[in-house]
């Protein structure tokens, strides 16, 4: 059965970090290109940040470029991402992806 179980949302200010994780399951992890996607109120999800399933290749959305960086560890089935230098315009429930599977979410709200 496959999971990607999202953690690591929350509060935080303007111009703060945070990371956030997905811990896979059910699936050859190591062979799977994962993929972060964001969510605001009204809108569709919307791709933030892709991962090579070797690590090697990353693409990310240009309004994250330089702020925010996705990594993965293959030995503990996990994708991350890494949020930097947050604006509230990244408030939104971020979900990461592997292939039509989706997790639950974690919400990030940007705020003072």
């Known amino acids: 059965q496959v999971q990607l179980v999202e953690s690591g949302g929350g509060l935080v200010q303007p111009g703060g970090s945070l990371r956030l994780s997905c811990a896979a399951s059910?699936?050859?992890?190591?062979?799977?290109?994962m993929t972060w996607y964001g969510r605001t109120p009204g809108k569709e999800r919307e791709l933030v940040a892709f991962i090579s399933s070797d690590g090697r290749t990353t693409n990310y959305a240009d309004s994250v470029k330089g702020r925010f960086t996705i990594s993965r560890d293959n030995a503990k089935n996990t994708v991350y991402l890494q949020m930097n230098s947050l604006k509230p315009e990244d408030t939104a429930v971020y979900y990461c992806?592997?292939?039509?599977?989706w997790g639950q979410g974690t919400q990030v709200t940007v705020s003072s």
């Open positions: 992806r592997w292939g039509m599977r």
């Open positions: 059910g699936f050859t992890f190591s062979a799977a290109p």
